[in-house]
């Protein structure tokens, strides 16, 4: 009886151990090329409109500002001669901040476009390999 029961127990251990092996053993879903299946992803398409929609319109207000800037220096040439030495300050002045605006937000496009889209990838591939990781 005791040989039975040793048997029993040793066959049942060595269930269990294949058993928790089998558990255990879960096949990996790994994908190589991630970036085609973040850009073929929904959610990054509709991310990746939203910020061209964006983009282009602050690109669209650079220009405008810029347009602006060109105007008031070529009329400011135009009318350089026929103006008086205070005339000539003011424009001036006024030409000297309408470049620095143009300048600031031309650097604020620049910041706020070009890491947007270095940072989108590494967003969705940690949610990706996260989700298949755990699968």
Not at 3 to 29: M, N, Q
Not at 53 to 74: C, G, H, I, T
Not at 110 to 128: A, D
């Amino acid at each position: 009886m005791k040989r039975v029961t040793v048997i029993l127990l040793i066959v049942i251990a060595v269930g269990v151990l294949w058993i928790a092996f089998k558990v255990t053993e879960t096949s990996k879903i790994t994908y190589d090329r991630s970036a085609a299946l973040i850009y073929n992803y929904e959610g990054m398409k509709e991310a990746q409109q939203k910020q061209d929609k964006k983009e282009m319109k602050l690109k669209y207000n650079l220009d405008s500002l810029q347009v602006n800037f060109q105007k008031a220096v070529n009329l400011y040439n135009q009318d350089y001669p026929k103006l008086s030495k205070e005339e000539k300050f003011k424009r001036e002045k006024l030409l000297a901040f309408q470049q620095n605006q143009l300048k600031g937000y031309s650097e604020n496009v620049e910041s706020t476009v070009n890491p947007k889209k270095i940072n989108l990838i590494p967003t969705f591939s940690f949610f990706i390999v996260s989700f298949f990781t755990f699968v």
